[in-house]
């Protein structure tokens, strides 16, 4: 079995700031990308930004030069820094990975973590 657990979400004003960690455990032999997402109320599921198992980094438009999403490949962990925070940026967010399980062929497989809550507010 393969878990992502988030932390770091929580209540910040306007113009703060918040960093996010996933940590990826359990039976694997390897990660491909890794990702953030997040879900408004009454919006659909999101990508905030994606890390590739070799650096390479995208990002969508809304969050451009205010986030920063980074891994550490030997902690299996993946971190999003979040600056200049607006309350639109106000929604559950949740980490993707793209794992290939212990004892699996070369196939990888997306799994979810909970998620966590990141509310802007002043």
């Known amino acids: 079995q393969v878990q992502l657990v988030e932390s770091g979400g929580g209540l910040v004003q306007p113009g703060g700031s918040l960093r996010l960690s996933c940590a990826a455990s359990g039976s694997i032999f390897s990660i491909d990308a890794m990702g953030w997402y997040r879900q408004a109320p009454g919006k659909q599921r999101e990508l905030v930004a994606t890390?590739?198992?070799?650096?390479?980094?995208n990002y969508a438009d809304s969050v451009k030069g205010r986030f920063t999403i980074s891994r550490d490949n030997a902690k299996n962990t993946v971190y999003l820094q979040m600056n200049s925070l607006k309350p639109e940026d106000t929604a559950v967010y949740y980490c993707?990975?793209?794992?290939?399980?212990?004892?699996?062929?070369?196939?990888?497989?997306?799994?979810w973590g909970q998620g966590t809550q990141v509310t802007v507010s002043s």
């Open positions: 890390i590739s198992s070799g650096g390479i980094t």
């Open positions: 993707n990975a793209r794992v290939r399980p212990r004892g699996v062929g070369p196939i990888y497989f997306p799994f």
